[in-house]
């Protein structure tokens, strides 16, 4: 390769070495970046897999506005240090293209789990629910320069969350992540960023959003975990968001609840209490929701060992590998089952499941915490008058959600729309700001990123 172009890298270049990097093999790719598997070398033989993820040669050149999503996404991922959290290690440029380095995760991405382990076991879901919820309540309360942050991921769905074969699990792609003042807000007032089926109300109508907002898509993720079915998914982009937006109808469906009940008795209380339109009326914090979830964890047996389980399904997870997987499911897939052994594997692994958890107590509420009065009336219309606004600017600007073939994975993030979201590489959701496609490759595949 004469001159070094992301977008044409191909399998008989590697290893390529750039800078001090090494790159070896595709982990995933999408509209605004690929992310590669890599090595990183250093003095006196010193090296370190990582994963690494570079834009794509059209969008340095000619999208600003994803080239600050990327370095966004590095700023914030290089502050936040947490075992449920993927690590940044670098943000750069290699031949004039700009970088980041990251955390390589040996696992698999919670939509490949979803997908082809079903259903999950009850505790699994649990175990993966309580990791998610300490992750990012360190994230939501991380301090810069002695200030809340006020972060919010506002890009939360299973495929920007991996769990590694040590039974970790990893948070990643916080490419389109609210910070304040701290790195700059990346939302004006009036635009929507996110994936729709797991945004919240507020976040669809583009409205000013905190961390309840991520509890929110921590509800429709859980729902999906344990009944192996997407809560909201329409036809379309619009009636997706409008799924999204009367979620008081679904949650009064007697049939939200016995779904529910059937998997853990009791988590129908908690997911719907994640997934109220009135963000008063959710949980105030992810240390309150792991609270509910410890409480469920306790009742049904404790914890799970995630590790374990993971080595038990892989073979099933390799024997549904088929030609309609894409190549970022085979990549991960792949590299998953050729790195676990057959036989004698478990001797290998701890006795105790490695478990990271909230270690504060939350604040002991009221009965009354919890729950507001609802708002209904004007404030629904409101909220049905701002899903037509953002349909016409999506139209303005050109988005068409009927060219995805999953309309509820259509991300509305800066350039996901001309991006064409994952490229049709299976990493789950689009460009999410550009740096999530690749990096929810690079994350499922082996790091932790997705978008």
């Known amino acids: 390769m004469d001159r070094f172009l992301p977008d044409l890298v191909r399998d008989e270049d590697y290893p390529l070495k750039l800078g001090r990097y090494t790159l070896t093999a595709l982990l995933g790719e999408g509209g605004m970046a690929r992310v590669f598997r890599a090595e990183l070398a250093g003095p006196q033989g010193f090296t370190k897999p990582v994963a690494v993820k570079i834009i794509r040669a059209a969008v340095a050149s000619q999208n600003a506005d994803l080239k600050r999503a990327l370095i966004h996404e590095a700023r914030i991922g290089g502050m936040l240090h947490h075992p449920n959290l993927v690590e940044v290690y670098e943000l750069g440029e290699l031949e004039s293209f700009p970088f980041i380095a990251m955390e390589l995760v040996e696992g698999v991405g919670l939509d490949i789990l979803v997908e082809k382990v079903k259903p999950l076991p009850p505790a699994i879901v649990l175990e993966l629910g309580r990791q998610m919820c300490a992750g990012l309540h360190h994230a939501h309360d991380f301090e810069a320069a002695g200030m809340d942050a006020d972060l919010v991921h506002r890009d939360l769905k299973p495929s920007n969350v991996l769990l590694s074969r040590n039974g970790i699990v990893k948070i990643a792609d916080f490419g389109i992540a609210k910070a304040g003042d701290m790195t700059g807000n990346t939302t004006a007032t009036g635009i929507a960023k996110g994936t729709p089926a797991y945004m919240s109300p507020q976040q669809a109508n583009a409205e000013v959003v905190d961390r309840r907002s991520d509890i929110f898509a921590l509800g429709a993720m859980l729902y999906e975990l344990a009944t192996g079915q997407r809560l909201f998914r329409g036809e379309t982009l619009v009636s997706t968001l409008m799924a999204v937006l009367r979620v008081e109808e679904r949650l009064a469906n007697p049939g939200f609840e016995q779904i529910l009940e059937d998997v853990v008795p009791g988590l129908a209380v908690v997911v719907r209490t994640c997934l109220r339109h009135d963000p008063n009326q959710r949980y105030p914090s992810c240390q309150h929701l792991d609270a509910a979830l410890a409480g469920l964890q306790d009742r049904s047996g404790g914890s799970a060992h995630l590790a374990r389980w993971l080595h038990s399904v892989t073979p099933e997870l390799e024997q549904s ?67 037509a606004l953002l349909l016409l600017g999506l139209v303005a600007l050109g988005l068409r959600p009927e060219a995805k073939e999953d309309p509820a994975d259509f991300d509305l993030s800066a350039g996901a729309g001309a991006a064409g979201a994952d490229s049709g590489t299976g990493a789950g959701g689009g460009a999410s700001t550009g740096a999530g496609a690749n990096a929810r490759a690079s994350t499922s595949a082996a790091t932790g990123t997705g978008g």
């Open 321 to 387: 590998l088929d030609g309609s997987d894409s190549p970022r499911q085979r990549a991960v897939l792949k590299h998953l089952t050729g790195s676990t052994s057959p036989t004698g594997a478990e001797d290998t692994l701890p006795d105790d499941a490695p478990q990271t958890r909230i270690t504060s107590e939350p604040p002991a509420p009221g009965d009354d915490s919890l729950v507001a009065p609802t708002r209904r009336g004007p404030a629904r219309a409101v909220a049905l008058a701002g899903a």
